[in-house]
C-alpha cells in the first residue's frame, strides 16, 4: 500500500484527489487545518503548511502530492518540513503562460505576467521554480480550467442555475470564444498513471485535446437537465465576468505529452452530467457570485 501525502483535502480539487486515492486503496495522509470535515478514509495532519515542526519528519511518503503551493513559501516550508519522499507532483496552472503569447502553449513557451491571471499566475512561476530547484525529478502539471464534482468555483454551477431556473442565457458576443477543459477524475488519472509509470517528461501541460465554444459548453450544460438555452447577446462594453463565468480571454494549451501517457478523457457531455448530479447535492458548498443579480439589473 503506497502512502501518499495530500496538501489541502477539503475543498475541490484536493478533496476530490484524496477520495479517489483511498478509493483505490492508497494510505492517504491529508495536510490541512482540520476547519473542514475530512474525505472518510484518510489520516489527518492538522496543521499550516508553514508551521509544522517535527509532525512529518518521521513518516515515509511514496509520493507528495501538492495540490495548494501558491508560492515559493509555500514549496520551501513544506519541504523543508518533510522526512523522507519518492515523488513529488505539484498541481501548477496554464495562468503562468502570458495572454499575448504565441498559442498552442508548449511546456517549453514563455511564462511571465499574465493580465488576466496577475499575481496567481506569478507566483505560481515562482512556486515550480523553486520545487525543481530542491527536487529536480518533480513532476509538475499545468491544468486549463478543472471541472467536474466537488468544484465550489461558480462556473458550470452557474449555468446550471440558470438552466434550473429556465431563464435565458447573456452570451457574450457571439459565443464563439473558446474554452479548454481538464475533468478532475482525469488530473487524478493523470496522476495514477505517473505514480505508476514514472514518465520521462516531467513538466506537463494537462487537459482535454479540444476545445469548445461558450455557446457549446452552456449548450452542454443545460442539456444535463434536458434544457436547451435561448441565448440573449451581449455585445456591449460591459466585464465579462460581471455576468459570466470566466475572463475574456481565450488560450488554448498543446497537452501532446500528457496524451502519450494519458490519451483518453473524460467527455465534456459526460463530466458535466457528473457536475451537475453533484450539484444537486452539493450546492451550498459552492461559493456563488451575484452573476444573476448583475444580469437582472443590468441586462434583463
Known sequence: ?????????TTFVSKYVAKYFVEREYEVYVLNRNS???????????GDRHDLGD?????????????TAYDANDITDLYNALGAFDQYIMISSSAVYPEDGVQPFKEESEKTVNKYWGKYGTDKIDAEKNLLERVPDAYILRPPYLYGPMNNVYREAFVFDCAKADRKF??????????QFFHVKDLCGLMEVIIETKPSEHIMNVGNAQAVSIKEWVTMCYACFDKVPTFVNVYDDIEQRNYFSFY???YYLDVTKQQKIYPDTVSLEEGLRESAKWYDIG???VNKKPLLKYIDENLA
Not at 1 to 9: D, P
Not at 55 to 67: E, G, S, W
Open 248 to 250: 475574456d480571454y481565450e
Open 283 to 285: 450546492e451550498t458548498e
Open 55 to 67: 509532525q512529518l519528519k518521521d513518516i515515509h511518503f511514496d509520493v507528495v502530492a501538492d495540490i
Open 170 to 179: 447573456y452570451l457574450p458576443k457571439d459565443g464563439e470564444m473558446k474554452l
Open 1 to 9: 500500500m503506497k502512502q501518499i501525502l495530500i496538501t489541502g483535502g
Open 36 to 46: 473542514k470535515p475530512q474525505v472518510e478514509g484518510v489520516h489527518l495532519i492538522a
